[in-house]
């Protein structure tokens, strides 16, 4: 069975909530005045009192189930009220305009069980429903007073008409309410449905919701606002990202063509080129397609998204550090080391790429690759010795495919000091590079850790 909408939903809820309501309601008003109404009757019960002159007489007349009642002055019963009297052995004695039919309770009254006085509901000898009320007035004796229950029941009958109509209205009010409250609490729902078909429909991530207020719906509006920025900033960043490996790509594809090219022309011709020649264009394709190969590695790194990593866990970070520095060491590095322990949570394979991209570039311009690295307190310096960085080219260090004006005939990708930024942000750290004193650059890494393993802390604690 489909589902209805959020709508129809929200008003048949209402409209429900309420009819169950006004329902409890009217059924806990019918009662109080069920109740109420009953005590009065029970209380004009007791009012009706024989004279004592009269209960003696009616005692001395008292036959096994009369069938007329005693007659009085003028012929005519001397209460009009149904009023009896009932011995123990079951005889009775009407004084009223109506004989009270008789049940075993009321023998055991006039006998002086259960109690004095017993209310209940009877009838009368020609059926009409009575309320009777039988108390023991002597030993054996018990006399039995009612009065019709009609206007009690019809009293009720009116009330549960009067509510069932009020139940009735009460309801379709409900439902006009209902359809009134969904309208206005889902029209913010429905600003937001429409922008997401107008996403969904055009792929305008620019799109924003206008939020007023500080609700629910608000909140809605305003994590919506900022997803879609966040998306647009995705996307501006992908094709960013194509747009410059498109540019980076197109030299290195071009010097390879050409390359592979002359080699080409070289066989087909029959005009063999100089082993001299030969050899350094086939070095010169080798350096090529290592730089490709890089270059696209590097890229692949960046393109992957901030979940699309290796499941972070507690590492040393002195340990990656040392693994970084023995790689750049085998690549020609003069590495100098003084490094601390210290306990962080991230990737291990990000992390040393990170660190071993920042000795590489500083091996790059230091004279005699001589690096210095330092990790104390949780932060990682990598010093080199060369000319420093322009204070106008600071800002521009870890954006992707940027490279220095002085750097761009030295191999190198441009991705570098990006992959550490990414790496360090993924670990919750920052990164900055600047001028060191007395010359050369110096990169520093902050990651928020601890001296010693958490497992370690917890036990000592």
Known sequence: ???????????????????????????????????????????????????????????????????EPPRGEHGRPPFIEPVQIVLADGRQCVMGNVAIKIIDDDKRVAAGYPGEAVFRDGYAADGTPMRVLTSNVNKNTALMVA???????????????????????????????????????????????????????????????????????????????????????????????????????????????????????????????????????????????????????????????????????????????????????????????????????????SLERAVLNLIDNAAKFSPGGQVEVVLRGGELTVRDHGPGIPEEELPHVFERFWRSPSARGLPGSGLGLAIVAQAVAEAGGTVRLANAPGGGAIASIRLPGNLTPRSESDKSH
Request: aromatic letters at 4%; a positive charge.
């Open 1 to 67: 069975m489909k589902r209805g909408s959020l709508r129809t939903r929200m008003t048949l809820l209402v409209a429900a909530a309420v009819a169950i309501a006004v329902a409890i309601s009217a059924v806990g008003c019918w009662y109080l005045v069920r109740r109420e109404l009953s005590w009065q009757l029970n209380e004009s019960l007791k009012t009706i009192r024989p004279s004592r002159e009269d209960m003696w007489g009616a005692e001395r007349h008292c036959l096994p189930q009369p069938t």
């Open 147 to 349: 009065r019709p229950l009609h206007e009690l029941q019809s009293t009720l009958g009116r009330l549960a008409v009067l509510l069932a109509g009020v139940a009735v209205l009460g309801v379709l009010v409900a439902v006009w309410a209902g359809l009134l409250v969904s309208r206005t609490a889902l029209r913010p729902v429905g600003r937001l449905t429409k922008a997401v078909e107008h996403i969904a429909r055009t792929e305008d991530l620019n799109t924003r919701i206008p939020v007023q207020g500080n609700d629910e719906i608000a909140r809605l509006g305003s994590s919506f606002n900022a997803m879609t920025t966040a998306l647009a900033g995705s996307r501006d960043r992908q094709q960013q990202l194509v747009a410059d490996a498109g540019h980076e790509l197109r030299t290195p594809l071009t010097t390879l063509r050409t390359n592979i090219d002359l080699l080409l022309r070289s066989e087909q011709t029959g005009r063999r080129l100089d082993p001299g020649a030969k050899e350094r264009l086939l070095v010169n394709l080798k350096a090529q397609f290592a730089e490709l190969s890089t270059l696209v590695g590097d890229l692949l790194q960046l393109a992957r998204g901030d979940t699309d990593h290796e499941p972070h866990v507690e590492l040393g970070l002195h340990d990656v550090v040392r693994a970084a520095v023995e790689r750049a060491r085998l690549r020609g590095a003069d590495v100098t080391t003084d490094v601390g322990a210290w306990y962080v949570v991230g990737s291990a394979t």
